[in-house]
Structure formats: C-alpha cells, structure tokens
C-alpha cells in the first residue's frame, strides 16, 4: 500500500477522532513542535495538519524536552505539512491509545486523538 493510499484510507475512517487531538512533531536538533488539531487533510499529495496554535520546546539527542514549552511567533493557525511520498514517508501507525505514528525526514510525528494526551496552553509561555 502507498503512502498516500495509507493516509486515505485511515482518513476515511477516523479524521474526526484527531480534531481536537494534538500534533507532536519532534525534529531533530531543533525541537519538539505541538499544537491543538483544527483540521487534517490530504491536499495536493500533501498530509496537511492546521493547529489552533504551536507551541516549542527545545531537546536533548533522543528528543526528549529540556525546557519550558514557548508559544510559536506566528500569527493565527499553523500548518504543519508532509509530502505524501513512499520514498521519504512512512506508513502511519497506531501505536496505542488510538495515537497515529509516522517518520518524516529528521522527523518524528505523532497525531493524538480527542481526549487523549494534550499540551496543557496554561504551561506554554506566551499564549
């Protein structure tokens, strides 16, 4: 199964159950990105995932966070974008709790769903 086909698929079934959820998007060496899901889409051969906000936080090596989560300095909603190629892209996973993982180059991401795991805004610096 392609890339694409993959996303189409597990977007027909279960698009609704990540708005609301929150995107994680860890790349190495510059941070950790997460934000609240508004929307997720397939556009253009393109996974397109538009948060309310984004917030960062730098890591250490293996991508854990060593500091204070900070608001991103970008005026309303984010789109976080991956091109949707077999070649550079990985299938999604579940990987529990109904959380949806995938790699991108110098990448790692992973969608949570509504009522799952979230940045609390009350610890994010500057929302």
């Known amino acids: 199964m392609s890339v694409k086909d993959a996303w189409t698929e597990l977007l027909g079934r279960r698009k609704d159950d990540f708005i609301g959820g929150d995107i994680e998007h860890i790349e190495t060496p510059e941070g950790a990105y997460r934000g609240p899901i508004v929307s997720i889409a397939i556009e253009d051969n393109k996974l397109v995932v538009t948060t309310e906000w984004t917030a960062h936080v730098e890591t250490n ?30 299938l999604p996973q579940d990987i529990g709790d109904d959380r949806i993982h995938f790699q991108y180059p110098f990448s790692t991401i992973t969608l949570f769903p509504a009522g799952g795991s979230k940045l609390d805004p009350g610890k994010v610096n500057g929302l």
């Open 61 to 90: 090596a293996v991508g854990l966070p060593t500091g204070n989560w900070h608001k991103e300095n970008r005026e309303g909603a984010t789109a976080f974008t991956y091109e949707l190629m077999d070649d550079i892209m990985s």
